[in-house]
């Protein structure tokens, strides 16, 4: 085996080429990560949303609350179902909602469609995963709202103390909530009766429903299913929230993953001049190295392991240029929901792990021919060269 | 020979590398067309937005209806030549979210007037107008599904629940490149006729859709509209279509910026990769260009000599990008579709391939800049006795 | 090519006072120390001297590819140091030819391009940038050879295109740096005997530095250099 540190000198020796290299390959490495990463925070922003003792009950055939209906005796049967969890004071914790969709000042001139959710007695109490973080809830029968934590901020009176404006009338916002970074985070939520009323809406666009334990969701999502009093639909509350992100995510993850492929072409082609230029000017060298008994095989295994090098060091670059963008938030529209989210970089060892592979990966294979060239070098003529 | 043939004989000097270089140039080409388009498909339906036209909605958002009501007031005012409306159905064919596409219940006797780019026979045109619920369908859905004149399209509804069946009586083409024809509109009527509506939901509108006389008298128009409506329970906003469009994609500029990001960082590393190349090949002819050098060319000609190379390296690399792109786009809006519905044909514009092969041109001679003027700087007497 | 030849009473090269000193990291080393010398036109001139002597200098200084650090250069009557770096261009161009130890001709490119190399920098058309390269070529023995490239010629070979390019736009003044230091005799001498050639037909002006004794015997004139001074 030929030592390594022949091969960290000699890269050392073209240090531009070698730095170019490398930059080159990181640069791939670095879109690679940060794509699976974003599409990662969106689902974890928006499959993270739920909680699975829940389940959403919808209009048959409905893809979101914003194009449900559901009438309002529905909730009356269904808090009668007998596995339904009951709050602190024996309410049972069924809460029809109203989701409707709000245009919000953003900047400039533009505008950021944003989801009100009317809510009912129990849609806090179904909903352990909300967490007030400051205020309060807001008074049954006002205008108050408590907005998501990552609406603050977003719009000029977006922010605890401040009034927000829409359908005609004012809402002052009294409190701020965190949701375990789910799809609720980028929500308003209001108080149903005076949100429905405003927005003239007398059906409810969902139920939540929770129930005792997670274990009953299938049963409970059956019994919807068959009963005859209601064309309704039940669904586990994590399960509609995964859906409501799955294009956004498919289209981040396509469109990073193809872009990712296309420029690792470019990178091993980048990797494979590098590693050209390497062995043709280390002819003498290589042919001294056979000279002196080393195999071929162990030739070939030296620029490979040296391509791979150059490839690693790549992954590492670009794996923590990656990192560096989870302090940067993204707030854009979710075209099934047409409303508003926000999510962020969200790094897993496993994508990391993917990174740095991935760019080991493209400099083995930038660094297979040139490899081979050299291996096949007859050694008389490498000597004369 | 000359200098082009001095030129010419130093890109043979290394055809392994030079293919390699180009190659990569040309996928880096090829990205970034694909991301222009990708961009581009953001605003494909702002592009495609007329200038005479307005979009009246609810002040509140898009998704609150407003009266129909309103069709009468604003069809009276002055500089308004033709209103219709439409309503977002949101009915799919099959259960899951894969076989989208749009479908609007418009109004059948005004549509066309407002919405003269889709273009329907005669006689297709008079039998949907005459079937309150008769549908028209674009050429690429229609394409889709199989559907042709005389089929019945069930529509399952998500916002009007139920089984819906239209009559297709029509499939219009775009009377000019870029116009959408992936939907499917059907009447008004059937929708609000139908004993299946609430009383709160008959007689609403998604949106109305106005021309106007003047293209530039378009603000005072949308000014007179909102006025009309201010003090009622249904406040409007009304924007051209294009600015309409424009709130879409400006929702969504945080993927455009990622994405434009993203094409920066494939021009550097082409300027990288086509940089390095350059370096190598400045390296080993430090020789030759001291000799040339002492032979009497100018500075210059050595600076022209590598310049000359990266040029011909950024042509080569823009030319077969120009030729690939096209054919990827194809592939990825064909893996993208099932998703989110059938892509307009030809994405690719040639707007955008002459912007690409531009920047690819002048990326290169700029990652030519450093090698050439290194070229150039090494002292002749010492270049001269340089061993590559 | 100018053959007639007229006895020229003004020397091709002067150099008065002239030191060069060069700078390595902070260290200043001097390399030549106040040479004054008299080159005559159509003399054919070596210098030896062991290896740091400052022999390479000097060629590099009378060829105008390198600027003294004080002292006056004057080749045909021209003080180099008022050129500016694309004047000297064209000067050298115009009036010096060379010949290296490794010849420096550009591998890509055939004999007789690389021979014609020199003429794109003057308004010869076409043809008759040929007929001169053919002539060229003819003098040093290879007019079979033109369409080789360099590495299909052996060293002597490649030296004689090397000097058919420092002759084919008729500089006064060609300046050889070790020109056989990379040759085998027969080959080293194929390229002296042309340098006598150029000399004695053609009337040139050589300047050659050398460590072969050899060569320098069919130089007019030996000079010795030793740590940067004339001896």
Same mark, same amino acid.
């Given at each position: 085996m030929v030592p390594l540190f022949y091969n960290t000198r000699s890269l050392w020796a073209r240090r531009l080429s070698t730095g170019l290299t490398v930059v080159g390959l990181g640069l791939v490495v670095f879109v690679f990560s940060a794509v699976l990463m974003l599409a990662n925070g969106i689902e974890s922003a928006l499959?993270?949303?739920?909680?699975?003792?829940n389940v959403v009950v919808l209009r048959?055939?409905?893809?979101?609350e914003l194009v449900s209906g559901v009438g309002r005796d529905a909730v009356r049967v269904l808090a009668t179902d007998p596995q339904v969890a009951s709050g602190?004071?024996?309410?049972?914790?069924?809460a029809g909602e109203r989701v409707v969709l709000l245009s919000l000042p953003s900047g400039r001139t533009q505008a950021m469609n944003t989801s009100a959710r009317g809510i009912s007695e129990a849609s806090f109490e179904a909903?352990?995963?909300?967490?007030?973080?400051?205020g309060r809830r807001p008074r049954p029968g006002t205008n108050e709202v408590v907005l998501g934590?990552?609406?603050?901020?977003?719009?000029?009176?977006?922010?605890?103390g401040g009034e927000l404006r829409f359908a005609r009338q004012r809402w002052p916002v009294v409190g701020v909530f965190a949701?375990?970074?789910?799809?609720?985070?980028s929500e308003v939520w209001a108080d149903g009766m005076r949100l429905g009323t405003a927005f003239g809406?007398?059906?409810?666009?969902s139920v939540l429903v929770r129930l005792r334990?997670?274990?009953q969701v299938d049963a409970f999502v059956n019994r919807v299913a068959a009963d005859p009093r209601f064309t309704l639909e039940a669904r586990p509350e994590p399960a509609y929230w995964a859906d409501q992100a799955s294009g956004l995510a498919a289209f981040i993850r396509v469109l990073g993953l193809f872009v990712s492929f296309v420029f690792s072409i470019g990178a091993v082609l980048g990797a494979m001049i590098t590693m050209y230029a390497q062995v043709a000017t280390r002819v003498a060298e290589l042919g001294m190295l056979r000279a002196v008994g080393f195999r071929r095989r162990s030739v070939l295994a030296s620029v490979v392991v040296e391509s791979a090098m150059l490839g690693a060091a790549g992954g590492v670059l670009g794996a923590l240029g990656a990192l560096a963008t989870r302090w940067i938030h993204v707030r854009t529209l979710n075209f099934q929901t047409f409303a508003a989210v926000s999510f962020g970089f969200s790094p897993t060892p496993a994508i990391l792990l993917g990174a740095l592979l991935f760019g080991t990966g493209m400099g083995l294979l930038g660094g297979l021919l040139p490899a081979l060239r050299a291996s096949r070098l007859s050694i008389l003529d490498a000597l004369r060269a | 020979m000359n200098y082009a043939g001095l030129a010419a004989r130093d890109l043979m000097r290394n055809p392994l590398r030079m293919t390699l270089t180009i190659l990569a140039g040309a996928v880096g080409v090829t990205a970034f067309i694909f991301l222009s388009t990708v961009i581009d498909l953001f605003y494909y339906n702002a592009r495609a937005a007329q200038v005479d036209r307005l979009i009246v909605r609810n002040k509140v958002s898009f998704t609150q209806p407003l009266p129909l009501s309103y069709y009468a007031r604003i069809a009276a005012l002055?500089?308004?030549?033709a209103v219709t409306h439409q309503e977002w159905?949101?009915?799919?064919?099959?259960?899951?979210?894969?076989?989208f596409f749009a479908n609007f219940a418009v109004d059948a006797r005004t549509f066309l007037d407002v919405f003269p780019e889709f273009v329907v026979p005669p006689a297709q045109l008079a039998a949907f107008r005459g079937d309150p619920c008769g549908a028209l369908v674009g050429e690429q859905l229609a394409q889709r599904f199989g559907w042709k004149v005389g089929d019945r399209v069930t529509l399952k509804g998500q916002l009007y629940p139920g089984d819906w069946t239209f009559n297709v009586h029509g499939v219009y083409r775009g009377a000019?490149?870029?116009?959408?024809?992936t939907t499917l509109v059907f009447g008004y009527r059937c929708l609000n006729e139908s004993?299946?509506?609430t009383e709160a939901m008959k007689?609403?509108?998604g949106i109305y859709a106005v021309r106007v006389d003047d293209p530039a008298r378009s603000a005072e128009v949308a000014a007179a509209i909102d006025r009309l409506f201010d003090n009622s329970p249904y406040p409007t906003k009304t924007e051209s279509e294009k600015a309409f469009q424009m709130g879409f994609v400006a929702m969504s500029s945080a993927i455009v910026t990622a994405v434009r990001v993203v094409s920066s960082v494939i021009l550097l590393i082409i300027l990288l990769v086509i940089g390095n190349t350059l370096a190598m090949g400045v390296r080993e002819r430090t020789r030759d260009f001291a000799t040339l050098r002492a032979l009497g060319f100018r500075p210059r000609t050595v600076v022209g000599l590598v310049l000359a190379e990266s040029s011909f390296i950024g042509l080569c690399s823009a030319a077969l990008g120009v030729t690939v792109a096209p054919v990827l786009v194809g592939v990825f809006t064909k893996l993208i579709a099932a998703r989110f519905g059938p892509m307009p044909d030809n994405l690719t514009r040639a707007h955008t391939l002459w912007i690409s092969a531009l920047a690819a041109v002048v990326v290169a001679l700029l990652a030519g800049v450093g090698p050439a003027l290194r070229a150039v700087r090494l002292p002749v007497a010492e270049g001269l006795r340089k061993v590559a | 090519m100018n053959l007639d030849a007229r006895p020229a009473p003004a020397p091709m090269v002067r150099l008065r006072g002239v030191s060069k000193t060069y700078r390595r990291g902070t260290v200043e080393v001097p390399v030549l120390a106040g040479v004054d010398l008299t080159i005559a036109t159509g003399a054919f001139e070596a210098f030896m001297g062991p290896s740091g002597s400052g022999k390479s200098t000097l060629l590099n200084l009378v060829s105008g590819l390198d600027r003294p650090t004080t002292g006056v250069v004057e080749v045909a009557g021209r003080d180099?140091? *008022? &050129?500016?770096d694309r004047e000297l261009s064209d000067w050298r161009a115009a009036h010096v030819g060379f010949v290296f130890q490794l010849y420096?001709?550009?591998?890509?490119?055939?004999a007789a391009e690389n021979v014609e190399l020199p003429l *794109? &920098?003057?308004?010869?058309?076409r043809g008759e940038r040929r007929r001169h390269v053919a002539a060229a070529l003819e003098l040093v023995g290879l007019?079979?050879?033109?369409?080789?490239?360099p590495p299909q010629m052996s060293g002597g070979e490649q030296q004689r295109v090397a000097i058919a390019r420092a002759i084919v736009s008729d500089p006064d003044l060609i300046i050889a740096d070790?020109?056989?230091?990379?040759?085998?005799r027969k080959g080293a001498e194929a390229v002296l005997d042309l340098f006598g050639v150029l000399h004695r037909d053609l009337h040139k002006t050589l300047v050659m530095v050398t460590h072969d004794p050899h060569a320098a015997e069919r130089a007019g004139r030996v000079h010795h250099l030793d740590k940067g001074v004339l001896q």
């Open positions: 499959a993270s949303g739920g909680d699975p003792s048959k055939g409905a893809t979101s602190p004071e024996g309410l049972p914790l069924v909903r352990p995963e909300i967490q007030l973080i400051s934590r990552s609406l603050v901020g977003t719009s000029p009176e977006a922010t605890l949701a375990r970074g789910g799809a609720f985070e809406r007398e059906d409810f666009s334990s997670p274990a | 002055p500089g308004v030549t159905f949101g009915g799919k064919v099959g259960d899951s979210q894969k076989d000019r490149p870029g116009v959408d024809t004993d299946r509506l007689d609403k509108v | 180099l140091a *008022l &050129l500016d420096n001709l550009i591998p890509v490119l055939t *794109l &920098l003057t308004p010869l058309s007019g079979h050879r033109v369409g080789h490239r070790e020109p056989t230091g990379d040759l085998d």
